[in-house]
């Protein structure tokens, strides 16, 4: 029998039993049980204490064992389906009958309003992250959600490629971009317009109403905002503040992420939120999902959407570690080799040339909206060239 099979089986049998479908942690457990992985693996992949991860596989094993009426363990799990005989051993009138199905259909969403949101594009790697997406959206219910990085990470891509498969949890699914820094009243208006196409929202009324309308629609319905390109209301200094004009939008975070309501505010930005910074922890409300960049395979199978490449396996990693995985710069070195070098990955690298011209402005956002003290940082670690210790660092600025 395989996993998935088992996995729907075992569905079905908890809903025949009245009880509640398995959350995305505890498919992640069983999972790790079928595959004789560790609970410190699944925490890994989640972004989870170990010890939370062991309480809620403490309590699942014990909901199986009276569901099965047969001890189940980590340890036991996978060899439950063993014997042949097993299914029909408590397949009695006072048992479930387990049976095998395609799973639960999810009804589709009343509304879903996608805007400039990127469709059809390629998606490499990332299922760990969404996995933990699913599982702080849909099984915690967090409120405020935020995808953290530096530019071409892949935070907009990871956002879409979620908003498409969880979209069916929803009621309401709406996607905006702050990328020309709309001011709060033009997002609320547009959110409202969306939430109550036959009840227009008055021009006239205040920010504050705005605001508790929206709240009130999030506690009535389901829905999920994705508001891309956060980065744009944010002043960029080491004070991680907002642009003069633009604090109003932190009073609209620290009330979707503080107010009692059944939906969900996602957020992408190239740096940290303020309210993000004060409201997130492991067990609240409000998760904050740092990404880095794609794992080697990954890696590897979006330069070669590009084009033929040749190197070494060596070169292959000095590559895309010399990039730190980030997708979009990858890219750009893709398109560069192929060009330049005629796919000829040693030769790039052998010229010693990282930073060409499409490098260089992915790079100088980011430098531009550093503060003295940190381009005094960068540029003491430039000239040590190795890895420094902090004291070195305080005496050399």
Same mark, same amino acid.
């Not at 063993?82 to 009695?92: K, L, M």
């Not at 969880?166 to 959110?191: C, H, K």
């Given at each position: 029998?395989?996993?998935?099979?088992?996995?729907?089986?075992?569905?079905?049998?908890?809903?025949?039993?009245?009880?509640?479908?398995?959350?995305?942690?505890?498919?992640?457990?069983?999972?790790?049980? +079928?595959?004789?992985?560790?609970?410190? $693996?699944?925490?890994?992949?989640?972004?989870?204490?170990?010890?939370?991860?062991?309480?809620?596989?403490? #309590?699942?094993?014990?909901?199986?064992?009276?569901?099965?009426?047969?001890?189940?363990?980590? !340890?036991?799990?996978?060899?439950?389906?063993?014997?042949?005989?097993?299914?029909?051993?408590?397949?009695?009138? &006072? %048992?479930?009958?387990?049976?095998?199905?395609?799973? !639960?259909?999810?009804?589709?969403?009343?509304?879903?309003?996608?805007?400039?949101?990127?469709?059809?594009?390629?998606?490499?790697? /990332?299922?760990?992250?969404?996995?933990?997406?699913?599982?702080?959206?849909?099984?915690?219910?967090?409120?405020?959600?935020?995808?953290?990085?530096? #530019?071409?990470?892949?935070?907009?891509?990871?956002?879409?490629?979620?908003?498409?498969?969880?979209?069916?949890?929803?009621?309401?699914?709406? +996607? /905006? &971009?702050?990328?020309?820094?709309?001011?709060?009243?033009?997002?609320?208006?547009?959110?409202? $317009?969306?939430?109550?196409?036959?009840?227009?929202?008055?021009?006239?009324? &205040?920010?504050?109403?705005?605001?508790?309308?929206?709240?009130?629609?999030?506690?009535?319905? /389901?829905?999920?905002?994705?508001?891309?390109?956060?980065?744009?209301?944010?002043?960029?200094? %080491?004070?991680?503040?907002?642009?003069?004009?633009?604090?109003?939008?932190?009073?609209?975070?620290?009330?979707? #992420?503080? *107010?009692?309501?059944?939906?969900?505010?996602?957020?992408? %930005? /190239?740096?940290?939120?303020?309210?993000?910074?004060?409201?997130?922890?492991?067990?609240?409300?409000?998760?904050?999902?740092?990404? &880095?960049?794609?794992?080697?395979?990954?890696?590897?199978?979006?330069?070669? *959407? @590009?084009?033929?490449?040749?190197?070494?396996?060596?070169? +292959?990693?000095?590559?895309?570690?010399?990039?730190? #995985?980030?997708?979009?710069?990858?890219?750009?070195?893709?398109?560069?080799?192929?060009?330049? @070098? @005629?796919?000829?990955? $040693?030769?790039?690298?052998?010229?010693? !040339?990282?930073? @060409?011209?499409?490098?260089?402005?992915?790079?100088? +956002?980011?430098?531009?909206?550093?503060?003295?003290?940190?381009?005094?940082?960068?540029?003491?670690?430039?000239?040590?060239?190795?890895?420094?210790?902090?004291?070195?660092?305080?005496?050399?600025?």
């Amino acid at each position: 029998m395989l996993f998935e099979d088992m996995l729907a089986a075992l569905e079905q049998t908890l809903t025949n039993a009245g009880n509640n479908q398995l959350t995305v942690l505890e498919k992640n457990i069983l999972a790790a049980a +079928w595959e004789q992985e560790s609970y410190a $693996t699944v925490a890994e992949r989640l972004y989870l204490t170990e010890g939370h991860v062991k309480d809620v596989a403490a #309590g699942l094993w014990q909901q199986l064992s009276h569901v099965l009426q047969v001890k189940v363990s980590k !340890k036991t799990f996978r060899g439950l389906t063993e014997p042949r005989d097993f299914w029909t051993t408590w397949q009695t009138d &006072s %048992s479930p009958l387990l049976t095998v199905t395609s799973g !639960k259909q999810v009804p589709a969403p009343h509304t879903i309003d996608w805007a400039d949101a990127p469709a059809g594009q390629p998606f490499w790697g /990332r299922q760990a992250e969404l996995k933990t997406l699913q599982a702080w959206i849909v099984d915690d219910h967090c409120r405020l959600v935020a995808l953290q990085g530096m #530019g071409g990470i892949g935070k907009t891509a990871l956002a879409a490629t979620a908003g498409q498969q969880l979209q069916g949890d929803f009621e309401y699914v709406i +996607w /905006r &971009s702050l990328l020309n820094a709309p001011p709060l009243t033009e997002t609320l208006m547009a959110l409202l $317009t969306f939430f109550n196409d036959s009840t227009p929202t008055s021009q006239s009324a &205040s920010l504050d109403d705005m605001i508790l309308s929206l709240l009130e629609h999030l506690r009535q319905h /389901r829905c999920w905002i994705i508001l891309d390109n956060v980065e744009a209301i944010l002043s960029g200094d %080491s004070e991680l503040t907002y642009r003069p004009g633009y604090e109003d939008y932190d009073q609209l975070l620290q009330r979707v #992420g503080t *107010a009692a309501h059944q939906s969900c505010l996602l957020l992408t %930005s /190239r740096e940290k939120l303020p309210v993000i910074a004060r409201l997130s922890g492991p067990h609240k409300p409000a998760r904050a999902l740092e990404m &880095s960049g794609l794992r080697s395979s990954a890696a590897k199978r979006l330069v070669q *959407a @590009f084009g033929e490449f040749m190197g070494h396996e060596t070169d +292959w990693l000095k590559l895309i570690e010399q990039y730190q #995985g980030n997708p979009l710069a990858l890219e750009l070195a893709a398109k560069h080799i192929g060009d330049v @070098f @005629f796919g000829d990955i $040693t030769a790039f690298l052998a010229t010693g !040339k990282a930073v @060409f011209a499409d490098i260089q402005n992915l790079l100088q +956002w980011h430098c531009d909206r550093l503060s003295e003290s940190e381009h005094q940082v960068l540029r003491w670690l430039a000239i040590n060239r190795e890895a420094t210790s902090l004291e070195t660092l305080r005496q050399d600025i």
